[in-house]
């Protein structure tokens, strides 16, 4: 199984710092880096001290239900490139452990997935969630504060 770290899509970042709204009908807030911990979603790199980013509310959803989890979530303020899907650990993932859990079709948590997941065993776990057939995709999210990450998928053919 062939996996791909998803990075959030270029379109719906523009329209956030051009100033749309956030989930919660909010504009995205502006901040300054001071360096550590404010990984961009959209390069998938972290995100240096000094240098501007918006914090809003993010839901990695399509749809209004039980399960779809809405939180905090960091990206540049100015352009910058979206990171190409790849099997490659994100530069941003740097903290030692993350929790990686899988989703239906249906964007519903699947019982039994989600754990504590140390960084470098993050891409075979994926692997072993998207080979089972009813897991569509996966999250990564923060083991401490549970703010989604990146979502990993099955690299296409």
Same mark, same amino acid.
């Given at each position: 199984?062939?996996?791909? %770290? ?7 970042? =523009? ?11 909010? +504009? ?5 880096? !001071? ?9 998938? !790199? ?14 990695? %959803? ?5 399960? =779809? !989890? ?15 899907? +790849?099997? !490659? ?15 239906? =079709? ?19 776990? =994926? ?9 569509? %995709?996966?999250?990564?999210? +923060?083991?401490? $504060? $549970?703010? %989604? ?9």
């Amino acid at each position: 199984m062939t996996i791909q %770290f998803e990075a959030l899509p270029g379109d719906a970042v =523009a329209q956030l710092r051009a100033g749309a709204p956030d989930a919660y009908g909010h +504009s995205p807030e502006r901040r300054i880096s !001071e360096g550590d911990g404010t990984p961009c979603r959209h390069c998938l !790199e972290g995100i240096a001290e000094g240098s501007a980013f918006l914090v809003l509310a993010w839901r990695p %959803f399509t749809t209004l239900q039980p399960y =779809a !989890e809405t939180g905090p979530i960091f990206l540049h303020a100015e352009a910058c490139s979206r990171a190409e899907p +790849s099997p !490659e650990i994100p530069a941003m993932l740097d903290s030692p452990e993350y929790i990686v859990r899988g989703y239906s =079709a249906d964007e519903r948590i699947v019982y039994g997935t989600g754990g504590i997941v140390a960084t470098a065993d993050i891409p075979a776990r =994926a692997a072993d969630l998207l080979a089972m057939p009813d897991i569509a %995709f996966v999250h990564v999210r +923060s083991a401490r $504060n $549970n703010c %989604f990450q990146c979502r990993i998928e099955r690299a296409a053919a």
